[in-house]
């Protein structure tokens, strides 16, 4: 019968006896748990036969014994595995000598889990009150990568990758080749900055990169290098340590700590000290009752609406002051999809990487990178069918796709289980407990239950924001004394949420909030643009991604292509073949009104037919878009443009079906009258989407537009003058001038001297005053033309504030709610 077996790794040593499989690994669930970033959840299994001893590797990153990876070992005297890499993290493995009496008691650790018994929270674990408490955390916390000790945090947070040595001159950092520091990031431009070294110092130089060049967190033009200072260039850090420059990589094993988090809506608190502290590679639950503040908490650790006192923390840099630079770390999945469904995966993926990457990226570049995401997510076999026949746990894994282009080190769901059957749930979660073991921190708020026993760490929240539990999944029902989860949701709902927090705080699980978080924050100066690309650049982009939506959604191309043949029919109903000239005799051809507003009606109803679902259907596309660097501009420019052109086609379309043969008998400015009324309908049209543009960015559900498509289109036939005399009456005729039917009818009118065909002024035929709008005159068709084209720029002002409203607030608030005001 075997020996028994002495493990000895930088934790210190223990022995087994092999009565039941030993796991090594950075899972908390491990006999032996070696927190670091190269190693495994399950890493290497030891068991015993009635012969030998054998280690098996069992982990993704590979074990290794001098210098050639193992799948499985034989242990027959003393061996050396090395984990993760040929230089990670060693393990001594060697049989106990029989003159050494076996006293696992005595020699275990009391840092090392028991193996006679099931893994059990461990109090120095770093969310326990002792570890927080401990002089070796307060170190931990407070040196910061600029402190006196940055360098060993820098590297035991990111791992040392080169160093280069500072000559006198310029040194240049970029993607390309052929530069002295070569950052193989597509982040990164490819001659993204310089490094000048001279008789004043040491001195960073942006080169115009698209991402910024970032010192200490600030996004810097040209600044002075101080000794280890750090610099910023996509995922890549550079120290600067006496005269050499030190590389890391942020590969996204590092601590994120949540510290005191409270959130204040006008007068009422919404969330109350949430703090938790995970280390790299973890995967967190948070579940809760509805009304638990799970939205509110997932805003405030990615930024999107800070938390108004506390802190966040990413490797112990404050994400709120650094978020300029840290925020190309947050990848964000909201619940709604980021996609759109006609599109295929590729095609998705694709656009994604053309507003996400630099744009002196190559389409080589970007595709090797969409490839590697559908294969990190196994969805190469579906990269050419559309979004829209997947199925759900596909959907959402393309939509995790798309985050993970940039590759973020933390990502962020919402509910990406929602409506999913349990083998998708199963699926997606699955997935994410991957990704996380391949190098990321996965924060997932979610009300499924059922696989929470793969995360690393669950956060249940009581009503009110407050923290009932934080801790491994494995103690969670314990803890709340209860037998299965609907019981704890039961408990949520019913119990008061007070005495849920006093008690986890007074438990060895509770995370105490750290005494230098800022009680309240000022308002910080506005983050600068995350803009990757040009304006003109992205309005490209995004019209060629809308045109290849249209262009893929069969039904709707061919509903916009017939809708002007099918509209152009309606004002050609009626005997009269020339229903805009003059009747005989002086009599008003009263006619020739109705004609023009069938004609209004129509050409009002087809523009705002296409444009007032545009923003609302995509709205949690534009935000994510927003928040990594789309221009409010450019959004909107390529959606005139892309409606312009449509518009303008189809005004053209249905002016010559319906208004052949009833044009006006003589132009006022141009060559043809039927010129006329085609430049008098598209404007009408043009402006009429782009009021229901503003209408889209206004209302929070496509449900909503329907009806208002309708009151707006007919509001605009009331205020056009043609139905109701406008011309002096008092507030009728001011709100006539912001339709852009109003100045459309005039034009048309204008062009046809439709004070003269209809007789106005005249008794007894008289129906109103002459309108000086109608008047037969050049300036005045003119000016109706310009007027009308003004209101659509005026509804194109108003689409852009409204649209305001959806950005991330990181740069653009805090302290005004917590100022003045007791926060406690």
Known sequence: MSTPLKIVSSTGEVIITGDRPFVVGRGKGSDLVLIDRQVSRRHVVITRTDTEWTAQDVSSYGTWVDGQRVKQVAVQGEIRLRLGAPDGPELAVLPVLPDIPLLPDVLLPPDIPSITEPPKFDPRSEMST?????????????????GPDGAARLEREHGRRNTYPLRRGTMSIGRSNDNDIVVADL????????????????????????????????????????????????????????????????????????????????????????SFRLPGRALLAVIGPSGSGKSTLLNALTGFRPADKGAVRYAGRDMYAEYGELRRRIGHVPQDDLLHTTLTVRKALEYGARLRFPPDTTKEERRERVDEVLHELGLQERADVPVRNLSGGQRKRTSVALELLTRPTLLFLDEPTSGLDPGMDQNVMGALRTLADDGRTIVVVTHSVAQLDICDYILVLAKGGRTAYFGPPGNALTFLEKDSWPDVFQMLESAVPTELADRFRHSEYFVPASVTAPPARPTPAALPSARQQSVFSQIATLSRRQLSVIASDRSYLWLIAAFPFLLGILPRV?????????????????????????????????????????????????RRERAIGLSITAY?????????????????????????????????????????????????????????????????????????????????????GGLVPLEGKLGLQQIGYLMPARWGYAAIASSADLNDVVKLGNVPFSRGPVDPLWVHAAHIYLTDIVAGFAVGCL???????????LDPKAGTRRGKLTSGRKTS
């Open 130 to 146: 002792v570890w927080r408490s401990s002089p070796e955390y307060e170190r931990d916390r407070q040196t910061t990568a600029t």
């Open 574 to 622: 009626g005997p009269a073949p020339h229903r805009l000239d003059p009747l005989p005799n002086g009599i008003p051809n009263v006619d020739a009104q109705m004609l023009l507003i069938v004609v209004v009606l129509c050409a009002c109803f087809m523009g705002m037919a296409n444009s007032i679902r545009e923003i609302v259907k995509e709205k949690a596309i534009y």
């Open 187 to 274: 982040l990164a431009s490819r001659r993204h900055a310089e490094i000048f070294v001279g008789q004043s110092g040491v001195h960073v130089v942006d080169l115009d990169s698209a991402n910024g060049t970032f010192l200490n967190g600030r996004k810097i033009s040209r600044e002075a290098v101080a000794q280890r200072d750090i610099i910023a260039v996509g995922h890549h850090l550079f120290q600067l340590e006496g005269e050499t420059l030190v590389e890391y990589l942020d590969s996204g094993d590092v601590t994120f700590e949540a510290d005191g988090l409270n959130v204040f809506v006008k007068d009422m608190q919404i969330m109350h000290d949430v």
């Open 795 to 805: 509804a194109v002002a108003a689409c852009a504030l409204l649209l305001r409203r």
């Open 636 to 720: 909107l420019g390529s959606k005139i443009v892309v409606l312009v052109i449509i518009t303008a086609l189809q005004s053209i379309v249905f002016a010559i079906i319906g208004m052949t043969n009833r044009t006006p008998r003589q132009a006022v400015v141009l060559s043809s009258p039927m010129l006329e009324v085609i430049l008098a309908v598209a404007m009408i049209s043009i402006s009429s989407a782009m009021l229901g543009l503003a209408i889209s960015a206004w209302v929070d559900n496509a449900d909503k537009t329907m009806p208002l498509l309708v009151m707006t289109t007919m509001s605009q036939v009331v205020f056009s």
